[in-house]
């Protein structure tokens, strides 16, 4: 099952296409884009990427969307919510997450998918708390949770077991919100 499609004013959020793979991995490519990652991606990496997210949507029936804006690229990035694949004291959890193409950096498109993946999160699935979270330098990120209305509580704050104790990103921030009443 590909997932279900999700718009806004301005964007498709859909399930992956083969021809989304090139600029994926263009994009993971990008040392801008990956700044706040340890590394770019390489093709092979970006491609696997792509595999585990449409597992996680056949599985679970959600997970990261591919962005479309029409009229402007037919991929922007992906916009979703996914369970971690890692251990930590807020597990379990659904994290919700973006990662667009520079070109479409400032355009609010990160926050305009995320409510949408939101309102499915706590609508469709009936999810009772969304979790973000990223490195404590990445402020573009941490400004669309501020957005969304999620708050961060320094006590929650973590080391990203998938980093290298040592490594200056290990540290992320906890960012959550609890469904609406």
Known sequence: ???PVLTTERLILRPWRDEDLAPFAAMN???AVMRHFPATLS???SDAMVGRVRLHFSTRGFGLWAVEVPGVTPFAGFVGLSVPRFEA???PCVEIGWRLAMDCWGQGYATEGARAALAFGFGALKLAEIVSFTVVANQPSRRVMERLGMDHDPADDFEHPSIAEG?????HVLYRLRAPN
């Open 1 to 3: 099952m590909p997932g």
């Open 29 to 31: 490519a990008d040392a």
């Open 43 to 45: 093709r092979a990496e």
């Open 89 to 91: 004291p807020f597990m």
């Open 167 to 171: 490594h200056p990103m290990r540290r």
